[in-house]
Nanobody, 115 residues
Framework: QVQLVESGGGLVQPGGSLRLSCAASGSLFRYYTMGWYRQAPGKQRELVARISSGGTRNYADSVKGRFTISGDNAKNTVALQMNSLKPEDTAVYYC?????????WGQGTQVTVSS
């Protein structure tokens, strides 16, 4: 079993920045992918960014150039630096870990971008 603990999130004005962090523990293998998904009210959960244990990064088109994902394999952590935030970034953000074919999820953290 794998546990994910998230931190960060909150309320920020448009154009501001936030940083989300996630720490994984439990039965971790050498190779896995960690990332962040988000779900806005009335919408499906969508991928924001992910990083493999080999360092390959993927971003949603909507966040490219504004968000940066980073990972620390030794500490089993992932962080999402979010800059130039927009109201449409408002959502619950979920940490995700994909190991073999199993997805694990954090509890979610609210990000609200509003003036």
């Amino acid at each position: 079993q794998v546990q994910l603990v998230e931190s960060g999130g909150g309320l920020v004005q448009p154009g501001g920045s936030l940083r989300l962090s996630c720490a994984a523990s439990g039965s971790l293998f050498r190779y896995y992918t960690m990332g962040w998904y988000r779900q806005a009210p009335g919408k499906q959960r969508e991928l924001v960014a992910r990083i493999s244990s080999g360092g390959t990064r993927n971003y949603a088109d909507s966040v490219k150039g504004r968000f940066t994902i980073s990972g620390d394999n030794a500490k089993n952590t992932v962080a999402l630096q979010m800059n130039s935030l927009k109201p449409e970034d408002t959502a619950v953000y979920y940490c995700n870990l994909l190991q073999l074919t199993v997805n694990y999820w954090g509890q979610g953290t609210q990000v609200t971008v509003s003036s």
